[in-house]
């Protein structure tokens, strides 16, 4: 009888723990037994908002075709709607086609002309008829033709541009498609002169 007691309190305990267990197995509450189900730590995230990429905005654009005068080649610009293109003519040997935005004005001159070298800081005078410029911005066109954008002074000052015209001869004017000027009002912006120059660097011949 002495070793009685000692059993009962063993086989009580092991019951216990064998229900525990298949309480825990099964979902099954027993009553004076809690289970603790161990949950996720919630893990760290930003609280700053995504901010998304603005996209440019990229302005409606029209063909302005001309050109094909004497033996100046046929051409074709892409240029913002919200410019204005007019061509004028005295015959059929001449050909002005006009690109007009408020003040600002690029004009493309075909017709029977003469011409002269375009000369810069470092190249030596020549003989015959040129023009000497202080700065330049090289422009690469659609069909490969190499242009300066060419001025004296402050650039943002300045009234105007001639645009020379890289041939096997070196840097001339008016170029290969004619005479092309540039005419700016003085109190310019630099958004402007980057579309005039978007403008020049589409021209394509056709």
């Known amino acids: 009888m002495k070793y009685l ?7 009580l305990i092991l019951l216990v723990g064998g229900m525990a267990f298949f309480a825990g197995k099964s ?3 027993v009553p004076g037994v809690t289970l603790t189900t161990p949950t996720a730590s919630p893990t760290a995230t930003g609280t700053g908002t995504a901010t998304p990429t ?6 409606p654009t029209k063909t302005v075709t001309g050109g094909g005068i004497l033996s100046f080649p046929k051409y074709q610009l892409t240029v913002p709607t919200d410019w204005q293109n007019t ?7 001449d050909e002005r086609i ?3 935005k408020g003040a600002y004005k690029i004009t493309i001159l075909q017709g029977g002309f003469g011409g002269g070298a375009c000369l810069y800081p470092g190249d030596a005078d020549i003989e015959g008829p040129s023009g000497r ?5 090289e422009i690469t066109s659609k069909s490969g033709d190499l242009f300066r954008r060419s001025w004296d002074g ?3 000052t300045a009234n105007g541009f001639g645009i020379c015209h890289k041939s096997q001869y070196g840097w001339g004017s008016p170029t290969g498609y004619g005479s ?6 003085i109190n310019k912006t630099r958004e402007m002169i980057d579309e005039m120059d978007a403008i020049l660097a589409s021209l394509t011949k056709i």
């Open 5 to 11: 007691l000692p059993i009962i309190i063993i086989l």
């Open 27 to 29: 979902g099954v509450k």
């Open 54 to 59: 603005p996209t440019p905005t990229v302005k």
């Open 87 to 93: 061509r004028e003519s005295q015959g059929a040997d």
């Open 98 to 100: 006009i690109l007009t």
């Open 133 to 137: 410029y202080e700065f330049y911005k």
């Open 154 to 156: 402050d650039e943002m």
């Open 180 to 185: 092309i000027s540039f005419i700016t009002p």
